[in-house]
């Protein structure tokens, strides 16, 4: 069995960066995702298509295809009134920001007085990723995992 749209594929992977710096891994831990549901990064998912059981590959991703380019305007400079009932604001806080277009996730990554600069830019964004890949196990979806858009159990989401 192939991996295509409606298939669950549990894969073991290590993450590096343009670098070669190790960002994540599995460790032993296979990730389970349904496939055709966007619940991978989108150049990854276009890689894992017709793969099968025992397949080992590098998957190379452009920004673009992973977390996106960075967007500047989402870098902003911010009073630090408006973090109320955190005693102290510290580089690397990551916080809940709400704004016109919604919730973001934001990073706090300079203070400087009564200015935080935080930004809602994906920690991983306008970085290029390697994956190398082993796929090790392909099965079809239930249908309560197509229902719900992404695989259950071992590996994938748990309700």
């Known amino acids: 069995m192939n ?7 549990l894969f073991e992977y290590t993450l590096s960066n343009d670098s070669g710096e190790t960002l994540d891994a ?21 890689q894992m298509e017709g793969k099968k059981v025992g397949d080992k590959f590098t998957a190379q991703v452009p920004a673009a295809e992973g977390y996106g380019e960075r967007v500047e305007q989402l870098v902003q400079t911010v009073p630090s009134a408006m973090f109320q009932g955190v005693e102290q604001i510290e580089v690397g806080m990551r916080f809940e920001a709400q704004s016109e277009h ?4 934001v990073e706090v990554t300079k203070i400087e007085g009564e200015n935080v600069t935080v930004d809602g ?21 239930t249908d309560e995992e197509i229902e719900h858009g992404h695989a259950h159990g071992e590996g994938g989401h748990h309700h």
């Open 3 to 9: 991996i295509t749209k409606d298939i669950v594929g």
């Open 102 to 105: 919604g919730v973001h996730s």
């Open 121 to 141: 830019n994906h920690p991983l964004a306008g970085v290029d990723l390697t994956f190398e890949i082993e796929i090790t196990g392909v099965r079809a979806a």
């Open 26 to 46: 599995s460790n032993g831990n296979p990730l389970a995702y349904l496939h055709g549901h966007g619940n991978i990064i989108p150049g990854l998912e276009k």
